[in-house]
């Protein structure tokens, strides 16, 4: 079966640096896929990994360990903007739609 | 370069009743999807196109589902009958094949509530 795992909620504060886990395991993989999504708002496209490593975009940082089925997003001198849910999608196979996670909802506070 | 538009983006209607949703994706992408997203969840596929051939509706809820894209353009989703559990965001998502991301690009979404 297809399973994608993320904590539901996370907390931080403004200035700090936080990072949302997300597990995988799907019958195939062609990238995963990170976008934020505030409420009452269509996702936004954060983040493409497709081979391991680290991919840096400003003051957003995706990993990805295909081997262990693993992902992390790291989010940098928050703001109190980034409060919003950070859904992790994973594509079996090229020009196929997304499998999401539930969504980690993060909290930013003063 | 506008975005995905979607239409309307509120509805309510009473369980039973029929609704429908329009979308119409950025100019040129050949891929259009339509994803059910429930309260506290991720969006779930309900249908692919390319242009206008269904890729995969495996997750369709056929019997009271149903949705076309005439001329690989356009494409409306129908809800008939409806149920109190279709009550949740519709989001028109849509991609082209050039380069190798294949990024999905989201409408606004349609909020449906079922009474």
């Known amino acids: 079966g297809q399973n994608i795992d993320q904590p539901t909620e996370m907390t931080a504060t403004e200035g700090a640096i936080v990072q949302i886990n997300c597990t995988y395991q799907?019958?195939?993989?062609?990238?995963l896929f990170w976008y934020q999504q505030h409420a009452g708002e269509a996702p936004t496209f954060l983040s493409y990994?497709?081979?391991?490593g680290l991919e840096e975009k400003g003051r957003f940082s995706s990993f990805l360990s295909r081997s262990k089925g693993y992902s992390y997003l790291l989010l940098k001198e928050l703001q109190m903007k980034d409060s919003a849910s950070y859904l992790c999608a994973v594509r079996n196979q090229a020009g196929t739609a997304l499998i999401f996670g539930k969504g980690t909802t993060l909290s930013v506070s003063s | 370069e506008a975005g995905v538009a979607q239409s309307p983006r509120y509805k309510i209607i009473e369980k039973r009743q029929s609704v429908a949703f329009w979308c119409n994706p950025i100019s040129g992408h050949a891929t259009l999807y339509w994803y059910q997203q429930i309260l506290g969840q991720g969006p779930k596929l309900l249908i692919q196109?390319?242009?206008?051939?269904?890729?995969?509706d495996s997750q369709l809820p056929k019997d009271r589902f149903s949705a076309e894209r005439l001329k690989g353009v356009d494409s409306t989703l129908k809800i008939q009958p409806a149920k109190l559990e279709d009550s949740a965001v519709y989001l028109c998502?849509?991609?082209?094949?050039?380069?190798?991301?294949?990024?999905?690009?989201f409408g606004p979404g349609t909020r449906l509530t079922v009474t």
């Open positions: 799907t019958s195939g993989f062609n990238g």
């Open positions: 196109f390319q242009n206008n051939g269904v890729v995969d």
């Open positions: 990994n497709v081979l391991d």
């Open positions: 998502a849509s991609s082209s094949r050039d380069g190798a991301t294949y990024e999905q690009y």
